[in-house]
């Protein structure tokens, strides 16, 4: 090369628009600058002989780049504006100039390319979307998962590894706050960790780095299997501006799977749980594998080796933990524990795999059916033993605990798929309601499979408003008219039909997804709301009550945000009643307390939903500015028995000395009904007089139960 040629290799290796000679025939590249392949997010040498069409987005075909070509002046060149692909899927904007390479012969064979980065409104310099390539070229070349977050937690970049980590495609998690992560973040112990504890949160709260040595993240079905879980260490650095104002953070997640593999470290530190001394979720699973290669290997022999693998939950333990904090909640796990241990004397292993989950493994060689009683008889006797009442810190707690059962050889050949298969069952039998034992069957899995793209999918229902609102009417008992109605979500998902709030609500806590979820029914309900009013279809003093979820209510922001929401449709707060829970009311008293305040101070009125069920204190109650009790549902059902008729009686009693509102939920039957007049209620609700109907439908119902007075106003037919 001579002197200048090297002069110029290098000048165009500096020069910030990228350069590119590409044959004109089918657009493969022959030459391409440093510069012009870090664009593209690659090195030269990747490029090489590769389709530049390919590069383009969207791409474009052979015709269409003829066809460009045709456009390129006798003397001179021709510019567009192109979308250029990285590999990775970044794409930036380009200046692309064609000019024919005239030092070619002939001149029509090739043709030089010049592609320039146009500036971001956003970014300061022109130099900075160089910059950009750069960054991202530099991520790429990084075996750390990272990803780049804005000040507000937004993710702003990520790498390749950082999306294989997480399972999840770029577009699922560019602009995606990790104050509500697209991703999952789950404990060794396989729990959900609390989002508010997670290094990004912490280090954008705090301002300081952050770290957890072990995370676990959950497949997606992506490149991984969905709910396969891998070990992460997790750090999270903030970045700061010149005047050390909070810009941002860097997350970086690295893999641990080989690491923990390679030295067995894991094996050796978590053989037993550390709190209850049972066996390790590690341990345990490893357990089940054992038993069941054990098992494959005897299969060739006569007898009928067996595993069964139970997987035993705690009904609605983190209330326990909400409402007692958590130090009074591992009490209760060690009791719980040592209620159980001397079943391991029976040849029975028991491991604890999740904060209030536990696993059992047992093996036999009887017939199928008697192995099967054999298990339902042990998760009887899980259930008896854990649901004898506990005493703990003087306090008496009755617990009860859900089992899901799966066996070999019927439900697995090998122990990960046996564990799954029992996660499963136990799932199902959640949906059930508390206290249920239900076996693995193979049209569980399906459903069980689709949790995680459940999640995503509820996302994206609330984000387009796919979710319904639809509103059960709520009776004033005195005047019979209508005071009002509660809204509950609908989903009606496109491929699993109708999905009942009782199912995916509890995930989409678990998740997050519940903040998309909430801010669609606010949305909904204020738009109605509005209209309502306009079309005078509400009886004076009626109101709509929603539902608040805890990590909604204890949101920063959440009374403002609800605020304005109404503010921008015009309806005053006084129109909405917020139906929060005891156990949320319990959580954190001083807080909820001052939240209370704020609503109240601002119009908005509160109940207290499910009242009796929880562990609320009484003596709380009167110290919060609380509009309505609503009498949960499970005693209005058993009224007749006279242990219900005496709690719905007391409750009605307290609520009228304590000048609260009342509403009895769940009312099917006249009897029902006679009884909550009896005994003082102010309003009911249930199926007695309409189900949650959808809007159209409550409208026909506000419109046929209008008072006599007011029936004669026309109303606009919504149809
Ligand atoms: P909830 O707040 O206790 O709502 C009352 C539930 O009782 C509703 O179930 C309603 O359809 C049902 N119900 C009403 N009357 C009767 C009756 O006479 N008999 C019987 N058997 N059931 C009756 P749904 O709609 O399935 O909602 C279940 C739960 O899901 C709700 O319980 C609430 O906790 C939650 N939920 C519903 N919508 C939302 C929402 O928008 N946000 C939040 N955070 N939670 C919601
Ligand atoms: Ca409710
Ligand atoms: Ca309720």
Sequence with gaps: MSEAEELLALLVDHLQDGVWLLDASDASIIEVSQSGALQAGSHPGTLLGTNFCSLIEPEISSEAWQLLLSQIPATGSHTVSVGLRSEIGFVQLVDLTLTRDYACEPVQARVLAITRSQPL????????????????????????????LDHLGRVERANTAFLELVDLQQSLVLDHSVFDPPWIWQSLQGDFLEIEGTPPVMALRTGEPQRLDHVQLR????NRVLGELISVEVSCEPLLGADQSLRGAVLVLSDLTALLQSVGRREQIEATDQLTSLRSRHHITAQVDAAVRAAERNSTSSDDSRVGVLHVDL???RSVNDTFGTAFGDEVLIAVADRIRDLTERHIEIGRVGVDEFLVVITGNDASLSFDTRLRRLAEELQRRIEQPLVVEGLELRLTASVGISRYPANARDGATLVRAADTALAASRREGRHQVRFFESSLDKRGRTGLALDRDLRLAAAQRNLQVYYQPIIDLQSGAVSGAEALVRWNHPEHGPIPPSIFIPDAEATGAISAISDMVVTTVAEDLARWNEQNLLNAGSRIAINISATEFEQRGFVQRLAATLDNVGVLPSQLELEITETLLMRDV???????????????????????????????????????LKVDRCFVSELGDGRSETITRAILNLAQGLGIHTVGEGVETEEQRRFLIDGGCDSVQGFFYAPPLPRLAFEKFMQSHKPVAASATSTRSAL
């Design 121 to 148: 409104a956003t970014l300061p310099s022109a130099q900075a979307p160089q910059v950009e390539t750069l960054l991202d070229a530099t991520l790429e070349a990084l075996a750390e998962g990272v990803a780049i």
């Design 219 to 222: 497949g997606n079905g992506l």
């Design 315 to 317: 009904d609605d333990f």
């Design 590 to 628: 001083e807080v909820t307390a001052q939240r209370l305040s704020d609503l109240h101070e601002l119009g908005f009125l509160v109940s207290l939903d499910d009242f009796g069920t929880g562990y609320s204190s009484l003596s709380h109650l009167h110290m919060l500015p609380l509009h309505t």
